[in-house]
């Protein structure tokens, strides 16, 4: 993928076998551009990442020449570059979660015998992507492109517990949708307390708080740097799955959840 630029290309077909650990390199400064939160100085990023200066200028230079990273003489700083901009666009278009995770979803519903589905953040909604039914199961409010309060669900609770305290504030403080919600939070003192629960327990849960009847477990999905990816949640009507079976549940649909995680990022991803 990143070869079609021709910035890392040079590493690949025949090249030698030192063209690999310079590939990770060059990924490496990549990765560590991104990550930032604006342009940063080139000493910066080979002290950050351990490695010489001099080899820090040569993979700089290379990204730049490729349109991967943008250097700023006045600053003397680099970072990201349109050719990155175009690459997160492709990933979006490709719809990677959609398609790596309908065969997870397929095979968790197999599993369970319950209906499962797979949700993203937006803001204070969580939106479904996807949702694969289980056999004699009664369509769900829970559709594909539905958009719910993230805080009212299981699916959201499970992304939301996963982030940090001043992003959360953020978010809730002033959000006038949070403060119209049918079942809101009492204040955000009561979600940090709800959300920490998720975070002890590993898993999010709601009972009629969605669709009367019906209840939800779900497992957050988080990307190589430990940012909530998605959330794949399974539900089921009450009499089905007792609540001291719930954390059972949690287990196994976390396998299925890892993954989706591990086909994501190619790696192991962060718990």
């Not at 003397?76 to 719809?95: D, H, I, K, N």
Request: with cysteine; charged share 20%.
């Amino acid at each position: 993928m990143w070869g079609c630029r021709g910035v890392i290309v040079s590493y690949m077909g025949q090249s030698p076998p030192s063209a690999v650990p310079a590939a990770r390199q060059a990924l490496r400064v990549l990765s560590h551009l991104g990550a930032q939160r604006g342009p940063v100085p080139a000493a910066a990023v080979a002290r950050d990442l351990g490695i010489p200066r001099s080899a820090c200028y040569r993979i700089l230079t290379a990204l730049v020449d490729h349109g991967y990273a943008i250097h700023y003489p006045e600053d003397r700083r680099y970072g990201l570059g349109y050719a990155a901009y175009e690459l997160s666009s492709g990933f979006s278009r490709q719809a990677p979660l959609s398609r790596l995770g309908a065969p997870i979803l397929a095979a968790l519903v197999d599993h369970v015998g319950e209906t499962a589905h797979l949700g993203v953040l937006d803001g204070t909604d969580v939106i479904y992507l996807l949702e694969q039914r289980a056999p004699h199961r009664p369509v769900l409010i829970t559709d594909v492109g539905v958009r719910l309060p993230a805080h009212q669900t299981a699916t959201g609770r499970s992304l939301l517990a996963c982030l940090p305290a001043t992003q959360l504030r953020a978010l809730y403080v002033e959000d006038p949708v949070y403060r119209r919600s049918a079942r809101p939070f009492r204040d955000l003192p009561h979600l940090r307390r709800t959300l920490g629960e998720v975070t002890r327990s590993g898993f999010a849960a709601e009972s009629g708080e969605v669709s009367d009847g019906f209840a939800s477990v779900a497992v957050a999905i988080r990307d190589r740097n430990g940012w909530p990816a998605a959330s794949l949640a399974v539900t089921f009507p009450h009499g089905n799955v007792p609540e001291e079976s719930w954390p059972d549940l949690a287990q196994r649909i976390e396998r299925f959840a890892s993954e989706l995680g591990r086909r994501l990022s190619g790696a192991a991803p962060a718990r």
